[in-house]
């Protein structure tokens, strides 16, 4: 084998441009977040400090919350790398929350960010689509606007990169990357919100939305618009990912730490509980994988900084342009892979379909998944245990909710700058930094979301495989005797309501007996 020569390797011009840098990072608890800090870590070792903005939430302090997330399987890989104590010095906590005046900084640590970083990556947000409206705006808007404050009295700042999402002008079904006029003016929103009360705003939610679906999609758009405004101030661009899937290759394939998108449908229909979904089959929507989303917050930044591209302002990393799955393709996969991959403790027999009718929906919605729930529950409660099944199917039919919305509509997004940015890329940070899918496999992919789903999300251990082999086996009976048992049950009911009916089965019966009987007699002969 020819050996390769130190000198042959391309240098990694990413790492270079991040060395000596100090990054302040928002919402660096959250999935992207988590996964941006670890590849900053793993693979950025020169940058000299991450400083995380993190708020105390459920009675844990930001450095317990920093250490449950470096507890994350994640995290294994960096850990086993360069060690928990060499990571931890390269990360300052910083006690903030985006939600309060001023971050909820102290007059210190603002003074220390703002003479000390030079690059901000702002992730912070809530995701919830059906989040309250002033919620929404005080976190996703007007903590921008205090992020964008905040930016501007930094002394070495190189860039402000605000991640934003792909689907938040959803009046556009081609998005450009370019942006676009905002749905109402984001300084009055955030006037009106914060001093309205919580019932007053939750009232006027539906005419302030107007036409918009959702308050997430709103507030990101508002928060557009904001950092559009600063960009003549700051040094400033805007990320468009779209909806952020588990990891495809690294540090870990298949983590995730939620159940958002396609994961979430797959458990649905896996357990047995997704029975019918109205949505258009053969529509498609765009998924990123969390790393390569990361990989593209990453290179966009260093095109910035170390090329001095500053006409490319808004960078849509997206995948539909070269990848297509529809929803149909989507379950189908599905099914083939939890059969080989099963969950534990399926309630029924994964299957149903996807509708075109909502007539026909909420039809097989009733008879497959409420009428079903009552009858668990009923049979819980009798045996002593506590009632789950309604409950979660009211969480699934809210879910339908925002869902239905998405899958029964088309969007398309021009990717273009992604383009430019990988011809810059030398073959070192090309597979390093890889924002392509040339080497792809989604039935792969598929199942390293659902081994690692059972994992980290439903803590099934893989030793439990073979148990669920056999439940799965079992519930497979289970579904086809009530199948028949429903058939036949059917077939009574019209019997003993109808004589003419009743006679037409007799015909048919002694029709099908004669049938036979001449068959095996010709047989016979």
């Known amino acids: 084998m020819e050996q390769i020569k130190v000198d042959d390797v391309e240098p990694d011009r990413v790492a270079e441009t991040f060395a000596g840098r100090r990054i ?38 930001p450095k317990h919350r920093v250490e449950e997330i470096f507890n994350s399987a994640i995290f294994d890989k960096v850990k086993s790398q360069r060690g928990l104590p060499a990571i931890m010095k390269t990360v300052t906590i910083v006690s903030g929350d985006v939600t309060l005046p001023g971050l909820g900084l102290s007059p210190e640590d603002r003074k220390m960010l703002c003479e000390n970083v030079e690059i ?18 005080l976190l996703n808007t007007r903590g921008t606007k205090l992020m964008i404050e905040l930016a501007k009295e930094m002394k070495h700042l190189l860039l402000f990169v605000y991640i934003s999402t792909a689907y938040c002008h959803l009046e556009e079904k081609v998005l450009k990357e370019k942006t676009y006029p905002p ?8 006037k009106y919100v914060e001093w309205m009360d919580d019932n007053v705003v939750e009232s006027m939610t539906d005419k302030i939305l107007g036409d918009i679906p959702n308050t997430y999609a709103f507030t990101k758009a508002l928060s557009e618009s904001l950092v559009e405004e600063a960009m003549p101030y700051i040094p400033a661009i805007i990320l468009r990912p779209s909806v952020v899937i588990p990891v495809w290759k ?3 394939p298949g983590w995730t730490d939620n159940i958002n998108g396609p994961v979430g449908l797959l458990i649905g229909a896996g357990k047995g509980v997704i029975r019918t979904m109205y949505c258009n089959e053969n529509g498609y929507a765009d998924y990123v994988p969390v790393d390569i989303a990361v990989n593209g917050i990453l290179i966009t930044a260093w095109n910035y900084i170390y090329f001095k591209d500053h006409e490319k302002r ?18 189908e996969r599905g099914r083939r892979i939890t059969k080989r991959v099963p969950l534990n403790g399926v309630v029924w027999y994964p299957g149903g379909s ?21 009858l668990i529950d009923m049979l819980l409660f009798l045996a002593g245990y506590k009632p789950i099944m309604c409950r979660v199917q009211r969480r699934i039919r809210k879910g339908f909710e925002v869902f239905e919305y998405y899958a029964n509509n088309q969007w398309d997004f021009d990717n273009t700058y992604v383009y430019v940015l990988r011809n810059k890329m030398n073959k070192t940070e090309y597979k390093k930094y890889q924002v392509h899918g040339e080497d792809l496999d989604i039935d792969a992919y598929f199942e390293d979301c659902i081994r690692a789903a059972r994992i980290y999300i439903l803590n099934e251990l893989p030793e439990t495989l073979p148990a669920a ?3 799965l086996r079992i519930m497979y009976w289970v579904d086809v005797f009530a199948k028949i048992f429903f058939f036949l049950f059917v ?31 010709f047989n016979c002969d």
């Open 469 to 471: 082999r056999r439940h």
């Open 250 to 252: 690294e540090p870990l």
């Open 314 to 331: 808004v960078y849509h990393l997206t995948s539909s342009s070269e990848f297509k799955v529809s929803w149909a393709e989507i379950i």
């Open 354 to 374: 996807m509708k075109k009718s909502r007539i026909a929906h909420n039809i097989c919605f009733l008879l497959f998944h409420m009428i079903p729930a009552y």
């Open 183 to 190: 749905p109402a003016d984001p300084h009055e929103i955030i």
């Open 24 to 61: 302040l990072i928002t919402g660096g608890t959250g999935f992207l977040g988590k996964t941006l800090i670890e590849k900053i870590l793993r693979c950025l070792p020169e940058t000299a400090q991450i400083y995380m903005l993190i708020r105390t939430k459920k009675n844990k302090t």
């Open 120 to 137: 901000v990556f702002h992730a912070a947000a809530t995701v919830r689509f059906d989040e309250l409206l002033k919620k929404a705006v």
């Open 491 to 521: 077939i009574y009911v019209f019997a003993s309501w109808s004589e003419s009916f009743k006679a037409l089965l007799v015909f048919c019966a002694s029709t099908f007996i004669q049938t036979v009987g001449k068959s095996i007699s």
